[in-house]
């Protein structure tokens, strides 16, 4: 890791103020990092609109201009990627390192190039974070997939366009792993099938990214994903949705700051669970014409307890901030992580911060209200940063928030928007 993410921004924040305004939600960063590696899969033009100035997005982008791809961005959030000229099939490591999604430059370039290598992918802390799913989905459409030092290989039986279309079992539904594969299967001979295939949106905003540039893809959101290989594909232009998780990051800290918050652009009719569950904590949660959440709270928040989930169960990566917003609740509140083994790396910073708050695995018993006091925390993970940063929202006094990179690898402007909604924070 460079030096200087290492010491890295900090955010220094004032605690005591309710939320109250209007906050726009940006890009999503997951579904923007698996469509921009769709424009491996083409000669033409693929155009994203709406997508996040996030440094996870920076990291592809530069992943991506290393393997040939041209890309010319906007600061109003439109990119154009070309991919006419892929001149290098091989993901440099140091590029890889960076972030998960990188590794899902394989899929597209072994399906169009016949040949694809990379270094495991980088990415947050949060578990194991095998990538045997993707390995096993190429395998089946006939790739030999073999290892070379730390990289990993994968090859076509013949050469370019020569993947077969297979039907491929997923041991877990995984996210990046189901893009990949579908990636890899638009251009296959043949027909693929998806089965146990994972339905976030995140996914499904690829799906139809695909179909856009001419790929026939069905049962897009479901378990199975059939997909009918084609021989090229084609230019698009896709918006990008806005990030879920943004979206009910900024619930959950209107919610717990007793603010009363309008959420614009947020995608409602993909976060039914976490307005459930803020619902139950006792939040006013309204859905404001197309794409606007109204959130306000006044008085004692419920405790609630909730599993983090495959979608559309409470997404993993909400499970730290409403853990934030728990420690706000009269009583005790259990959290269940089913989807990564490490997702408890905040339990230690709002500990620090004076929450009571114990993890066992993968679990988590959450005792309020506990009055919260600034303290020198640390952002562990986007996720863990995004909880601490909530905590410091309603603590008493100062928080000084190290290794804030990590909330700019998935939160735009973040400080921007916090100041906004009446926070008064410093970013140093
Ligand atoms: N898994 C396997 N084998 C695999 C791949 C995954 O067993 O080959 C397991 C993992 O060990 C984990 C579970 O599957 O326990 C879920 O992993 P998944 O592959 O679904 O996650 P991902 O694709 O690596 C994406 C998001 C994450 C988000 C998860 C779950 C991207 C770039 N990342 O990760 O986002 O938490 O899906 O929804 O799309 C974040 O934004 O902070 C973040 C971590």
New binding site residues.
Partial sequence: MPLNRARGPRYEVQGGAALHGTVRVSGG??AA??MMCAALLTTEDVVLTNVPAISDVDSLADLLVTLGVTIDRHPDGAMRLNASRVSTCEAPTELISE???SFQVMGPLLARHGFASSAPPG??V?????????LAGFEAMGARVSREGERWLAEAPAGPGSLRGARVFM???????TQNVMMAAVLARGASTIVNA?T?P?VQELGHLLEAMGARVTGIGTQCVDVEGVPTLHGATARVMPDR?EAGTFAIAAAMTGGDVLVEDAPVHVMDAVVAKLRAAGALVEQRGEGCLHIAHDGPLRPVSFQAL??PGL???LHAPMAALLTQAAGVSIIHER???NRMLYVGELRKMGAEIVSTGSSAIVSGPTSLHGARVRAL???AGAAVMLAALVAQGTTVVDEAYHLDR?YERLDEKLRGLGVRLERA
């Fill in positions: 960063k997951n990092l698996a972030n998960r999604a990415g947050d949060i578990g194991q974070r095998p990538i045997d799913v993707h041991d877990y539904p995984s996210v990046s792993g994972a976030e995140e998780i495959p979608y997404a993993t990566d989807v990564f083994d993970d986007v996720r998935g």
